[in-house]
């Protein structure tokens, strides 16, 4: 894996071409533009990465995973049937990023320790359901299914949580963002499904916006629908609900007000920001060993490709 410590601090991007950002590596590959492309004109034959002028992208996603023994392939191979295509392999991907820290919380064992100390609740027992898949069910969770059409969505393009932790007290859901921003608009603004009728008639319950104002005008229509599915399976669970929106510490500062000022909280029901760098100052508490190793360095070497005047962009603020 590649990170500031294997990458040059900028590179050099001509009309035609641009240097493989690996350091001491000459090659020059053909200029990509628009759409990513993974075609051999623009893969360094040393480094085997596809290149682009901002970012680029691993001839495998095991190349971008930290944890793959074969238990984690096992679960790997069963989250990809039920998980929506997405780009694990490129450099910026927030799915690689969601794979690298949870997976290490969950093979560590520590997530109802960071849970706890998240919620100030003792947690007993913590399944991680990533991508909709619940390793305890063997198949995408079944409440998540049943949320799915009380809201009119169908299973098989209903929303998918990031990140999802079921436990004993609360029901968590983390919607993970690295490059991208919280903002959504639905593809169709005429089709509400049953976002408002769904659960009882629970949106007045637990908004104070309208949908219009929500999805449309204020483009939270992917915050919108998890806070929809999250309060209503809690509830059927009777447990609360807890949603986090885990971004980096520099984006999004303002995206508990912003999101916040829609909803109705109370006690049982509350929406947060969390940022990734909170998470490494948590594993940094841990007692050391290997693997927290990898997964720090992994943090401190992160970098989301390159900005418009061809530097290096480090992650984390750590
Ligand atoms: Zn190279």
Redesign the pocket.
Known sequence: MYGLKELKTAIVIEDNSVE???RD???KVDRQRKSFKREKKYQ????K?F?SPTTFEYETEQDNLLWFDSKDKLLYDEIKKVKRESRISRDNSEDALTWNVMRFLDRQEVLKDFLSQLSNKNIKEAELILWSYSPKENSDWSLLNKARIEFGETVARGSEPDIIIRTDKVLYFLEAKLTAKNETKPSDVHNRKKYETGGNNQFKQIFKSDYETVAVKEKRYELMRFWILGSWMAKQMGIDFEFYSLVMKSREQKIKEDFGKHIIETPERKFSRMTWEQIYDYIKTLTNNKEKQKITDYYENKTIGYSSNSTIIKAFDI
């Not at 360094?44 to 480094?47: A, G, I, L, Q």
Request: glycine share 0%; charged share 0%; proline share 17%.
């Open positions: 493989c950002p690996v590596c000459s090659v360094c034959p040393t480094h990465i290149v």
